[in-house]
């Protein structure tokens, strides 16, 4: 919370780990108005690889929520060719 009260960036982007809250849940609330407190001087990009609860909590104060997810990757053919002349 100290990074996001110094940060005097344009751009912040926090990356979620779920391990942080393990022991701590209800830091979730300091968080989330830490990060609502910076969003009000800068642009917060809060990322994460999946979705969790802790994540869900967070993203309820948010102003804007974008959800990106990733579908099924086909699998490489991996090929090789020989060009001959």
Known sequence: MTILGEAY???I???HD???YEDSTEMVEYIQQALKQAA???TVLL???GID???EDLAKGA???FYFEEGPRDTLKLTS???LK
């Open 9 to 11: 960036h344009s751009l």
């Open 13 to 15: 982007i926090v990356e």
């Open 18 to 20: 779920p391990m942080l």
């Open 40 to 42: 009000h001087e800068a």
């Open 47 to 49: 990322y994460s690889p």
């Open 53 to 55: 609860t802790i994540l």
């Open 63 to 65: 102003d804007r929520m």
């Open 81 to 83: 060719k020989t060009w």
